[in-house]
C-alpha cells in the first residue's frame, strides 16, 4: 500500500527506478550475507523484498497514466503474464551443474 501511494505521490518511474536499483543492491549483497550467517541473509531478503515490492505497484502506476483506458487490460495482462513466464522458466529448466575447475 505504501508502494502505491508512494508511486501516486513522486511517480511510477521514479518508484520503479528505486526499486530496480534497491534490489540490484540486495542481489549483489546476498552472496556475501550468506557467508556472514543466516540472520544476515535475511536481512538482505527482506531488504530485496521492499526493492520487488514496490515494483508492481510502480507499473500499475505507469500504465495507468501511458496507456488509453481502452487497452488497459490488455497491457496488464501482458506485463503481468511475461513475470509469469519468466518465473516458470527459471523453475522448469534443467538444473546448472557447477564444477569447480582446477
Known amino acids: 500500500i505504501a508502494g502505491g501511494i508512494w508511486a501516486n505521490t513522486v511517480g511510477g518511474k521514479r518508484v ?5 536499483i534497491w534490489w ?4 549483489i549483497l546476498t552472496p556475501v550475507a550468506a ?5 544476515y541473509l535475511l536481512v538482505v531478503r527482506a531488504f530485496m523484498g521492499v526493492g520487488e515490492g514496490v515494483a508492481m505497484l510502480a507499473m500499475n ?3 495507468s497514466k501511458r496507456v488509453p483506458v481502452q487497452e488497459r487490460s490488455r497491457s496488464l495482462t501482458l506485463v ?3 513475470i509469469v513466464v519468466v518465473y516458470l522458466h527459471e523453475r522448469c529448466r534443467p538444473p ?3 564444477r569447480d575447475i582446477k
Open 61 to 63: 502506476n505507469i500504465l
Open 96 to 98: 546448472v551443474i557447477h
Open 80 to 82: 503481468y503474464s511475461g
Open 24 to 27: 540490484s543492491i540486495a542481489t
Open 16 to 20: 520503479l527506478g528505486f526499486g530496480v
Open 35 to 39: 557467508k556472514l550467517g543466516l540472520p
